[in-house]
């Protein structure tokens, strides 16, 4: 399964890539995020909740950060295990550009999934991907913005 979108944040791009860098900020946005925690320069190890359709799981996962094309590009990729409700794994690649006062941020992402979040159909996992991506991205330009202010 692959998303794509383009948000504007009207920051520089510098602060958004810094932003996308962030622990802490990173943490506030993605939903379902109940810890976050930076164990090198570029892996991090999350514990996320999620609720799709009928199942509910506690992911536990390691995301790998590539910021070494920055800061117009960035990437990240990772995989998560839901215990019964299985697993899930997959990544993002994020550019920015700056456009006057405002970064634009594309990214194109892909996830895969198995065990009985599998079995939901793809249109409900479809739908519920979107949405988390939406909150997400919604959620990250909102507190770029009240952090840079």
Do not use: W
Not at 48 to 53: A, H
Not at 69 to 76: I, K, M, Q, T, V
Request: some cysteine; hydrophobic content about 40%; glycine content about 10%.
């Amino acid at each position: 399964m692959e998303l794509s979108d383009e948000i504007e944040i009207s920051v520089p791009m510098q602060t958004v890539y810094d932003a996308l860098n962030n622990v802490d900020i990173l943490k506030k946005c993605i939903p379902g995020c109940e810890e976050l925690v930076k164990i090198s320069e570029d892996q991090l190890e999350a514990k996320v909740v999620l609720k799709v359709g009928p199942v509910k799981a506690r992911f536990s996962g390691q995301v790998t950060l590539d910021a070494s094309a920055g800061p117009e590009n960035f990437s990240l990729s990772g995989q998560g295990n839901g215990g019964a409700a299985g697993f899930a794994k997959g990544g993002a690649d994020v550019t920015l550009h700056q456009k006057g006062d405002i970064t634009v941020l594309s990214y194109t992402a892909n996830a895969e999934i198995g065990g009985k979040l599998a079995q939901l159909g793809s249109r409900l996992i479809q739908s519920t991907a979107k949405k988390l991506a939406a909150k997400f991205f919604k959620s990250f330009s909102e507190v770029v913005v009240e952090e840079a202010a």
